[in-house]
């Protein structure tokens, strides 16, 4: 992996993350600050865990297309809630499975565009000039 890779994995979790937590704070006020410890801990998890293999699978079958890597990151995105829902059910937990799936269906494809905009673009620019 190289180093502009390794930047765009510490960068794009984080910027997605606030990127939603703006949005949430332009609709729910201070409310929102709550979700952000949330979030940020579960999408460096599912960075590090689902984003660096899906990368390197990506990369191996020479997927390089923006939406290629917004579809994975939904994937990926969507991942925490199937988590989520494979937990033995309590009473709300209906509710928090509806949040995850929001915040990880907005999330995952933010932070693999952001991701793919660092890492992935700038590659394929200099290998057409």
Known sequence: MTKRTVVAFLVAPLAASLVIFFLMFI???MR???WLQFMVPI????ALVLGVPAHLLLARWGWKRLWQYALAG???GLAPSLAVELLPH???TRGVVLIFITFGGVLGPIAAAIFWTMAV????EHAEV
């Open 74 to 76: 939904l994937t990926i």
């Open 32 to 34: 929102a600050s709550f």
């Open 121 to 124: 673009r700038s590659r394929i």
């Open 43 to 46: 999408a460096y998890g599912c």
């Open 27 to 29: 609709v729910a006020g």
């Open 90 to 92: 309590f009473e709300g």
